[in-house]
């Protein structure tokens, strides 16, 4: 009897050990699971602010609507879809159907305004509930359906990663890190107050202060939507540049989107043009050549050559642009008239390895790693891989892809006295200043060379393509320089072009740096001239445009001459 | 007479050695001391150390007291401890639903925080909107205003002054010397003094 006994009692200990010992930790996880809860206090997001501190994006708070179908009687049931059709727009049919399928949980709509919430709270119907969440609203921008730098910007999607631009580049400086409430809940889900708690406030986000201006940035996108429909082009892409610090003041893409509203985009206008694509700079590349081939000595803006209208090179023969014998010029009359030859002959002078020295220098060479997300350049082959015609065409900036940021940094060195400023977007996060605002900057040519450079540019405008980019009173001291590239297809050119313009005003004392580049444009009468495409015909519009409109708003004025 | 005196001086001795040992202990270490400052001895030595006893709290003192007084029995010890232990878990409750009422309200409070901040966030896009490039320029439209181009800037008029050239000495103080003398006598006399630091070189 007393063995039995023993044995039972032997047998629930062991049961009891089993349980109380081996089990413990399981157990005592899912207890822990049922009463304790785990409540995320979210961080807020930092906003984005251009730099007259103009606030580029705004946190707001949308809701959600939910039914618990459980909860709700049949009785309810008419009432509760009536009100809910009545104040968000959705199927009363539906509403009803989800209703009686008696499920625990479902949601009505998702992420509506602040003003229908308030609508259904004073309606106060069994069983809906309402869940707050946070959305970024982007300012609106000049095109209809656009949000204002929607392209640099990049949006925040509904789980709070940032996408594309510099919401995605700096994700984790304007996210902050998100805190936490951990505490014992009743079977209302209410804090017992009582329970043990433990807390970890949230850290919120950090501001972003851009060199962006608004104003500017509003200014390049009408413009830019305007000329891109006139020319009947596929796209165009607008970048300005502070040329003493680097800074961009204008980031603009065409066509664009509504980041407010980016699921209902097409991805397709998610990707931004500037930095994120790149393309063949054609003659503005003049300007890098012409600039190392001075700077090194191998020419002067006053050296005589004899344009024959074309040179041989490594076997191929290469034309100017019009085929036509220019006789003996100097250099100022190659950059003027955008002659090929000129620019071939002055690569030679200097030759191959200073020339690519100063690809390097001009930071053509690597990406220019600005601070927005997804940066795409493509390096040109070392320079022993380069053939004779590969140097050649580069001289003139064919068989070489550059992104926008890169090829107007490299220009932006003539501006700020030969010196390299390294090109950015954000000035500050939070308080710290951007600390590429604090590096000496690179000096890649002489200051002398600069102004040489500077004048030759200048030249451009008044005596030769750079004439459609003339701002009333500026005729004198503006720069620019014209671009026209084939796009290549298959290896093979077409009569596709991106045509482009970059210049600097005022010329001595340049405030910004612009360049304008339009994508495959097809302006009245290019089907029997295509030359109507080039740069000076379809960019160079757009480029006075905008630097009119910053004349007026930076209150820029003519050096006195 | 001695005896009685004697009698009843024992028993307020036992009387304090049971209920206030710490205030005897204390007397007698001061009394200790004062003879040994009269005698002469040396002051710093120090006595030999005791061992501490627990002091006995408030409650027990008064439990004690209070128990000789009711003459209570072995029950009444335990009706006393259970009362006590009833008041303290009433006390409990009354201030758990007071907690619990209290954080109800916090609940509100944050609910009706978050609500605020909606409204606020709201109103804060609407201000940025107002501002915003594109209202500016729609709204200047509907009113008829137009950006203007200056046609013409009026021509630069070259500098009097040579801001390239290196900055010299300042011009020399022309104050007359009496002058400076008075103000010297006068800022002494009235302590202006910044004043004496302008003219004090």
């Given at each position: 009897?007393?063995?039995?006994?023993?044995?039972?009692?032997?047998?629930?200990?062991?049961?009891?050990?089993?349980?109380?010992?081996?089990?413990?930790?399981?157990?005592?996880?899912?207890?822990?699971?049922?009463?304790?809860?785990?409540?995320?206090?979210?961080?807020?997001?930092?906003?984005?602010?251009?730099?007259n501190?103009?606030q580029?994006?705004?946190?707001?708070?949308?809701?959600?609507?939910?039914?618990?179908?459980?909860?709700?009687?049949?009785?309810?049931?008419?009432?509760?879809?009536?009100?809910?059709?009545?104040?968000?727009?959705?199927?009363?049919?539906?509403?009803?159907?989800?209703l009686?399928?008696?499920?625990?949980?479902?949601?009505?709509?998702?992420?509506?305004?602040?003003?229908?919430a308030?609508?259904?709270?004073?309606?106060?119907?069994?069983?809906?509930g309402?869940?707050?969440?946070?959305?970024?609203?982007?300012?609106?921008?000049?095109g209809p359906?656009?949000?204002l730098?929607?392209?640099?910007?990049?949006?925040v999607?509904?789980?709070?990663d940032g996408?594309?631009?510099?919401?995605?580049?700096?994700?984790?400086?304007?996210?902050?890190?998100?805190?936490?409430?951990?505490?014992?809940?009743?079977?209302?889900?209410?804090?017992?107050?009582?329970?043990?708690?433990?807390?970890?406030?949230?850290?919120?986000?950090?501001?972003?202060?851009?060199?962006?201006?608004?104003?500017?940035?509003?200014?390049a996108?009408?413009?830019?939507?305007?000329?891109?429909?006139k020319?009947?082009?596929?796209?165009?892409?607008?970048?300005?540049?502070?040329?003493?610090?680097g800074?961009?003041?204008?980031?603009?893409d065409?066509p664009?989107?509504?980041?407010?509203?980016?699921?209902?985009?097409?991805?397709?206008?998610?990707?931004?043009?500037?930095a994120?694509?790149v393309?063949?700079?054609g003659?503005?590349?003049?300007?890098?050549?012409?600039?190392?081939?001075?700077?090194s000595?191998?020419?002067?803006?006053?050296t005589?050559?004899?344009?024959?209208?074309?040179?041989?090179?490594?076997?191929?023969?290469?034309?100017?642009?019009?085929?036509?014998?220019?006789?003996?010029?100097?250099?100022?009359?190659?950059?003027?008239?955008?002659?090929?030859?000129?620019a071939?002959?002055?690569?030679q002078?200097?030759?191959?390895?200073?020339?690519?020295s100063?690809?390097?220098?001009?930071?053509?060479?690597?990406?220019?790693?600005?601070?927005?997300?997804?940066?795409?350049?493509?390096?040109p082959?070392?320079a022993?891989?380069m053939?004779?015609?590969?140097?050649?065409?580069?001289?003139?900036?064919?068989?070489?892809?550059?992104?926008?940021?890169?090829?107007?940094?490299?220009?932006?060195?003539?501006?700020?006295?030969?010196?390299?400023?390294?090109?950015?977007?954000?000035?500050?996060?939070?308080?710290?200043?951007?600390?590429?605002?604090?590096?000496?900057?690179?000096?890649?040519?002489?200051?002398?060379?600069?102004?040489?450079?500077?004048?030759?540019?200048?030249?451009?405008?008044?005596?030769?393509?750079?004439?459609?980019?003339?701002?009333?009173?500026?005729?004198?001291?503006?720069?620019?320089?014209?671009?026209?590239?084939?796009i290549?297809?298959?290896?093979q050119?077409?009569?596709?072009?991106?045509?482009?313009?970059?210049?600097?005003?005022?010329?001595?004392?340049?405030?910004?740096?612009?360049?304008?580049?339009?994508?495959?444009?097809?302006a009245?009468?290019?089907?029997?001239?295509?030359?109507?495409?080039?740069?000076?015909?379809?960019a160079?519009?757009?480029?006075?445009?905008?630097?009119?409109a910053?004349?007026?708003?930076?209150?820029?004025?003519?050096?006195?001459? | 007479?001695?005896?009685?005196?004697?009698?009843?001086?024992?028993?307020?001795?036992?009387?304090?050695?049971?209920?206030?040992?710490?205030?005897v202990?204390?007397?007698?270490?001061?009394l200790?001391?004062?003879?040994?400052?009269?005698?002469?001895s040396?002051?710093?030595v120090?006595?030999?150390?005791?061992?501490?006893?627990?002091?006995?709290?408030?409650?027990q003192?008064?439990g004690?007291?209070?128990?000789?007084?009711?003459?209570?029995?072995?029950?009444?010890?335990?009706?006393?401890?259970?009362?006590?232990?009833?008041?303290?878990?009433?006390?409990?409750?009354?201030l758990?639903?007071?907690i619990?009422q209290?954080?109800?309200?916090?609940?509100?409070?944050?609910?009706?925080?978050?609500?605020?901040?909606a409204?606020?966030?709201?109103?804060?896009?609407?201000?940025?909107?107002?501002?915003?490039?594109?209202?500016?320029?729609?709204?200047a439209?509907?009113s008829?205003l137009?950006?203007?181009?200056?046609?013409?800037?009026?021509?630069?008029?070259?500098?009097?002054?040579?801001?390239?050239?290196?900055v010299?000495?300042?011009?020399?103080?022309?104050?007359?010397?009496?002058?400076?003398a008075?103000?010297?006598?006068?800022?002494?006399?009235?302590?202006?003094?910044?004043?004496?630091?302008?003219?004090?070189?």
């Amino acid at each position: 009897m007393l063995v039995v006994a023993l044995v039972l009692a032997g047998s629930i200990w062991v049961r009891l050990a089993y349980w109380q010992v081996i089990e413990h930790s399981q157990l005592a996880g899912q207890a822990q699971a049922q009463y304790r809860e785990v409540v995320q206090l979210p961080a807020t997001r930092g906003v984005i602010l251009d730099r007259n501190l103009t606030q580029l994006v705004v946190n707001t708070t949308v809701y959600s609507a939910f039914v618990s179908p459980d909860q709700i009687t049949a009785a309810q049931r008419d009432q509760v879809a009536g009100g809910l059709a009545s104040v968000l727009g959705v199927d009363k049919g539906s509403v009803m159907t989800t209703l009686a399928s008696g499920a625990k949980f479902a949601y009505i709509a998702r992420r509506f305004s602040q003003d229908k919430a308030d609508k259904l709270r004073a309606l106060q119907l069994p069983g809906v509930g309402l869940e707050d969440d946070t959305q970024r609203a982007y300012l609106p921008g000049a095109g209809p359906g656009t949000t204002l730098a929607a392209n640099l910007l990049g949006f925040v999607n509904y789980n709070g990663d940032g996408q594309y631009g510099l919401e995605a580049q700096y994700q984790n400086v304007l996210a902050g890190t998100p805190g936490y409430i951990s505490s014992y809940r009743d079977l209302a889900n209410r804090e017992i107050v009582l329970g043990s708690h433990s807390q970890q406030d949230p850290v919120n986000g950090s501001d972003l202060v851009l060199s962006l201006d608004a104003n500017i940035q509003y200014a390049a996108e009408q413009a830019l939507a305007d000329g891109v429909k006139k020319d009947k082009a596929e796209s165009g892409s607008v970048l300005i540049m502070d040329p003493s610090t680097g800074g961009i003041v204008a980031w603009a893409d065409y066509p664009s989107y509504n980041a407010n509203d980016f699921n209902q985009t097409d991805p397709s206008l998610f990707l931004d043009n500037v930095a994120s694509s790149v393309y063949e700079p054609g003659s503005v590349m003049k300007v890098v050549t012409l600039a190392g081939a001075i700077n090194s000595g191998a020419i002067t803006p006053n050296t005589v050559i004899n344009d024959p209208g074309y040179l041989s090179v490594g076997g191929y023969r290469i034309y100017d642009w019009d085929r036509r014998n220019h006789g003996n010029i100097n250099y100022t009359y190659v950059l003027e008239h955008s002659l090929n030859v000129g620019a071939m002959k002055a690569m030679q002078a200097e030759g191959h390895a200073a020339f690519y020295s100063y690809l390097q220098g001009f930071g053509l060479t690597k990406p220019s790693g600005i601070d927005v997300a997804a940066e795409d350049a493509v390096a040109p082959p070392p320079a022993s891989q380069m053939a004779d015609s590969q140097y050649a065409t580069s001289s003139f900036g064919q068989g070489i892809d550059v992104n926008m940021v890169q090829m107007l940094a490299a220009v932006n060195v003539i501006a700020n006295g030969g010196k390299y400023a390294p090109p950015h977007v954000v000035e500050r996060v939070g308080t710290q200043i951007n600390p590429l605002l604090l590096q000496p900057q690179r000096q890649v040519i002489s200051a002398a060379a600069a102004s040489q450079m500077t004048a030759m540019m200048e030249a451009v405008v008044q005596h030769g393509s750079g004439f459609t980019s003339i701002v009333k009173g500026f005729a004198l001291d503006q720069t620019a320089k014209t671009g026209t590239s084939q796009i290549p297809v298959n290896g093979q050119y077409t009569q596709d072009v991106w045509a482009s313009f970059v210049g600097f005003l005022p010329a001595q004392h340049p405030r910004f740096t612009m360049l304008v580049v339009i994508r495959k444009p097809h302006a009245a009468g290019s089907d029997r001239d295509w030359t109507l495409n080039d740069g000076y015909i379809t960019a160079g519009p757009i480029w006075q445009k905008i630097a009119q409109a910053m004349v007026v708003d930076w209150r820029i004025t003519p050096d006195p001459s | 007479m001695g005896r009685s005196t004697n009698h009843k001086r024992s028993n307020v001795t036992a009387q304090v050695s049971a209920t206030h040992e710490e205030y005897v202990l204390t007397s007698t270490r001061i009394l200790a001391r004062r003879r040994l400052i009269v005698s002469g001895s040396a002051p710093h030595v120090s006595a030999p150390t005791r061992r501490r006893r627990r002091t006995r709290g408030f409650v027990q003192v008064a439990g004690s007291a209070a128990a000789r007084r009711l003459r209570l029995t072995g029950f009444g010890h335990a009706y006393l401890g259970l009362g006590a232990v009833v008041i303290i878990g009433l006390f409990y409750l009354a201030l758990a639903a007071q907690i619990t009422q209290s954080s109800y309200q916090i609940a509100q409070l944050q609910d009706q925080q978050s609500q605020l901040i909606a409204v606020q966030d709201q109103l804060r896009y609407q201000e940025v909107t107002a501002h915003a490039p594109a209202q500016v320029q729609h709204q200047a439209a509907q009113s008829g205003l137009q950006r203007v181009a200056p046609a013409t800037y009026v021509p630069g008029q070259p500098l009097a002054i040579d801001l390239g050239a290196p900055v010299g000495a300042s011009a020399g103080d022309t104050t007359p010397l009496w002058m400076k003398a008075v103000a010297a006598v006068v800022n002494t006399l009235g302590g202006t003094r910044d004043v004496m630091a302008a003219t004090t070189k």
